[in-house]
């Protein structure tokens, strides 16, 4: 890595279009499988488990992918800058593991998701105040009943809010470069089970004491019919804290599992 340049343009260039080409993969590949799983391979045997079991209108998919391949650039352009950011030494990107022990990759991890998820929690709620939500947030919103392919479904505006906060998080948090795709997966795959429309998770996981903190299609499927509730991303507890988790919560969860 250290042997290109990324800070002139051709080479950034080509380093924006890479990292573009891995993130909509990425995308297709996490949305696609779900897709297939639940409304190809077998809707019938989902049927139970899909939260609203309207059909979606085809364009929507259409709109869906496309918004999703825009913020995907977004995301890859962020990505781009992260590497020219590590290569002029402004980040807290390392690269060998024992600099800072095997423990510290899953507690960075999660410290990580910790502040991505406060971030993202207070933006939402941000967004969603009526001036605002009119101009960047409404576009997610056009999918009253989401699909995994909803997953990067932003008005670009949101794109760039939501592409700004892993750049931040790695200038002042150590982070191995592995644990930074490792956020990224895990912010794709569970964008794909949040917006599935089907609730993956089994009966009761609501109340498990693990369970309990995790979002699941259930959960945000209900703010995108309730708007004032259920802001979260990965984790309810900033939900269940600031008293914004939806009281039907726990009946709709319970409905829609085995």
Same mark, same amino acid.
């Given at each position: 890595? #250290?042997?290109?340049?990324?800070?002139?343009?051709? /080479?950034?260039?080509?380093?924006?279009?890479?990292?573009?080409?891995?993130?909509?993969?990425?995308?297709?590949?996490? $949305?696609?499988?779900?897709?297939?799983?639940?409304? *190809? &391979?077998?809707?019938?045997?989902?049927?139970?488990?899909?939260? &609203?079991?309207?059909?979606?209108?085809?364009?929507?998919?259409?709109?869906? %992918?496309?918004?999703?391949?825009?913020?995907?650039?977004?995301?890859?352009?962020?990505?781009?800058?992260? %590497?020219?950011?590590?290569?002029? =030494?402004?980040?807290?990107?390392?690269?060998?593991?024992?600099?800072? =022990?095997? !423990?510290?990759?899953?507690?960075?991890?999660?410290?990580? $998701? &910790?502040?991505?998820?406060?971030?993202?929690? !207070?933006? @939402?709620? !941000?967004? @969603?105040?009526?001036? %605002?939500?009119?101009?960047? #947030?409404?576009?997610?919103?056009?999918?009253?009943?989401?699909?995994?392919? +909803?997953?990067?479904?932003? #008005?670009?505006?949101? =794109?760039?809010?939501?592409?700004?906060?892993?750049?931040?998080?790695?200038?002042?948090?150590?982070?191995?470069?592995?644990?930074? %795709?490792?956020?990224? /997966?895990?912010? +794709?795959? /569970?964008?794909?089970?949040?917006?599935?429309? *089907?609730?993956?998770?089994?009966?009761?996981? @609501?109340?498990?004491?693990?369970?309990? !903190?995790?979002?699941?299609?259930?959960?945000?499927?209900?703010?995108?019919?309730?708007?004032?509730?259920?802001? =979260?991303?990965?984790?309810?507890?900033?939900?269940?804290?600031?008293?914004?988790?939806?009281?039907?919560?726990?009946?709709?969860?319970?409905? @829609?599992?085995?």
């Amino acid at each position: 890595m #250290h042997q290109y340049d990324f800070t002139e343009p051709s /080479t950034f260039l080509v380093l924006t279009l890479l990292m573009f080409l891995i993130v909509v993969f990425r995308y297709v590949l996490i $949305a696609g499988i779900f897709y297939i799983v639940f409304y *190809v &391979f077998d809707p019938k045997g989902f049927e139970r488990r899909k939260i &609203f079991p309207k059909h979606k209108d085809p364009k929507q998919y259409r709109k869906e %992918v496309f918004w999703s391949v825009f913020t995907s650039l977004l995301f890859a352009i962020a990505g781009g800058l992260m %590497v020219v950011m590590w290569q002029k =030494g402004y980040t807290q990107i390392y690269e060998d593991v024992r600099q800072f =022990g095997w !423990w510290y990759i899953p507690v960075s991890f999660l410290i990580a $998701a &910790f502040i991505h998820e406060t971030y993202y929690y !207070w933006l @939402h709620r !941000w967004m @969603h105040k009526p001036k %605002v939500y009119r101009l960047i #947030h409404k576009t997610h919103h056009d999918s009253h009943i989401t699909s995994p392919w +909803t997953s990067f479904s932003f #008005h670009p505006g949101e =794109g760039v809010l939501q592409s700004i906060i892993i750049p931040v998080i790695i200038l002042f948090l150590p982070m191995h470069y592995y644990t930074i %795709v490792a956020l990224l /997966t895990f912010m +794709t795959l /569970t964008s794909a089970i949040n917006h599935s429309n *089907v609730e993956i998770y089994p009966k009761g996981f @609501h109340k498990h004491w693990l369970g309990k !903190w995790f979002i699941g299609a259930t959960h945000h499927s209900l703010h995108h019919t309730q708007y004032r509730f259920n802001y =979260g991303l990965y984790f309810t507890f900033w939900d269940k804290w600031m008293k914004t988790e939806s009281e039907k919560y726990p009946e709709n969860f319970e409905n @829609h599992t085995i």
